[in-house]
């Protein structure tokens, strides 16, 4: 179990020090706050809650900092990893706070917001992905001295970013035909399309269009710490200190990936160099790179089991509410289950224009291609059996389930995976140029040294 809660709040680690600042706001009393509006200045503002960043307008404040701070050291701890200099641990966690903060309020002014029902469903995938139902992890969280409530509100910031990101970088990037043939023919010329690697990254950056002295200072600070690296520097402890990558606070760890998902600029390193081998310096238009091969595996062919399965969806609206919906699909529910047709019904009824169209068809579905909650109810009917009203986030569904398949796709698993893999690649790079470009283009002013 603690090895579940590790994992767990690695992901959380960094939105967690955001609920410090309501805190902070609350514990001003009115003497503090009538002082305050005859003082001019942010800082004057927080006299006992001092401001570590000004970003764009709103404030970092140092609890916010220490409590990120105090959650990354005890995720090393419970790794095992050397902690590096304080100094540098902190200034990681705090560009990570930034940048949160920037994504944070793209978000705001677009009105994006993650609604209840969506949150729930996620946490109870994680109870569910950690193989215990909602009110035991519930329990898990509070007898560790995590607050379910602030543990709710972290994964919802968690979800927003997910979602600026999806809509600012992922939901742009495009892939052809012939990327992905090019990509196949690549790995089958190469006979390294099942193998796998694990990397970690040290990444220098430079600033957009650099000079040649920001190269040339860039490339002396990279050739200093693969140096150092080559004399018995840890790789994870440095990549915490020094890296300027999204994965720093992670010791570099960029997990597994396939040869076409490890960016263009190491797949000719990835080749030859051998596990625990760290590389020479590589140069990209971002920065300068080092990266280790922490390990390597082969993959395994997959038989896909698949179901063919149909639905009506019904949504919920201003005018029609969740109890309005749910009795309105009971009665379908009645009339379908009394032998009324399906595919009648569903072109009449169901608001998913498209499936609607073939009598609610949506064919064969593969494990993970519906959402969790869907998924869930269709695998646990007979042949030809209906659902009864089922929510998602999408809305309410009646769901039947026509036939059960096991199907070695193999043309097209491989052509889907190959797509994911460039996805994947272009992703991180049009994420990390992004991100760039925000913490670039934003007013920015540091604190820490006053406090």
Do not use: C
């Not at 690695?10 to 967690?16: F, Q």
């Not at 470009?437 to 820490?448: A, G, Q």
């Amino acid at each position: 179990m603690m090895k579940f809660l590790s994992s767990l709040f690695g992901a959380v680690i960094l939105v967690a020090a955001q609920a410090v600042f309501t805190e902070a706001h609350a514990e001003q009393t009115p003497d503090m706050a009538a002082s305050a509006v005859q003082e001019s200045g942010l800082q004057q503002r927080y006299t006992l809650n001092r401001i570590a960043a000004v970003v764009n307008g709103d404030v970092i404040l140092v609890t916010e900092l220490n409590a990120a701070v105090k959650k990354v050291v005890q995720q090393l701890n419970t790794k095992g990893t050397p902690l590096p200099e304080r100094t540098a641990l902190v200034n990681q966690v705090l560009e990570r706070l930034i940048v949160d903060v920037l994504q944070m309020q793209i978000a705001e002014r677009n009105g994006l917001t993650i609604s209840d029902n969506t949150l729930n469903e996620e946490i109870q995938n994680l109870a569910r992905e950690n193989g215990v139902d909602l009110s035991t992890f519930r329990e898990v969280l509070e007898s560790k001295g995590y607050s379910y409530a602030t543990f709710r509100e972290n994964i919802r910031r968690k979800l927003v970013l997910q979602e600026v990101r999806r809509q600012m970088v992922a939901n742009r990037i495009k892939v052809n035909d012939q990327e992905i043939d090019n990509l196949l023919a690549s790995l089958e010329a190469s006979g390294l399309g099942d193998v796998k690697y694990h990397f970690a990254n040290i990444m220098v950056a430079i600033p957009e269009a650099p000079g040649p002295e920001e190269i040339e200072a860039a490339r002396l600070r990279a050739d200093n710490i693969l140096m150092r690296l080559r004399e018995g520097s840890d790789f994870e402890q440095t990549a915490i200190a020094e890296s300027d990558g999204q994965n720093a606070l992670e010791g570099g760890d960029l997990g597994w990936r396939s040869i076409g998902q490890i960016p263009s600029l190491f797949t000719e390193t990835a080749r030859h160099i051998q596990v625990g081998e760290v590389s020479g310096l590589i140069q990209s238009s971002g920065g300068f790179h080092i990266i280790k091969l922490l390990e390597k595996t082969g993959g395994e062919r997959h038989m896909v089991n698949q179901t063919k399965v149909r639905h009506i969806l019904v949504k919920t609206d201003t005018v029609n509410s969740d109890d309005d919906v749910r009795i309105r699909m009971e009665q379908l529910e009645i009339r379908l289950k009394g032998g009324e047709d399906f595919a009648s019904l569903a072109r009449s009824n169901s608001q998913d224009t498209l499936s609607a169209a073939k009598g609610g068809e949506l064919g064969w579905v593969s494990q993970g291609d519906t959402v969790p909650r869907f998924e869930a109810a269709m695998n646990k009917l007979a042949i030809n059996e209906i659902s009864n009203p089922v929510q998602t986030r999408f809305g309410w569904h009646l769901i039947q389930v026509q036939e059960r398949r096991q199907y070695d796709s193999t043309d097209d698993f491989e052509r889907a995976k190959a797509k994911r893999l460039i996805q994947t690649r272009k992703y991180d790079e049009e994420l990390f140029l992004w991100l760039r470009r925000l913490r670039d283009e934003s007013y920015v002013e540091y604190r820490l040294d006053e406090t």
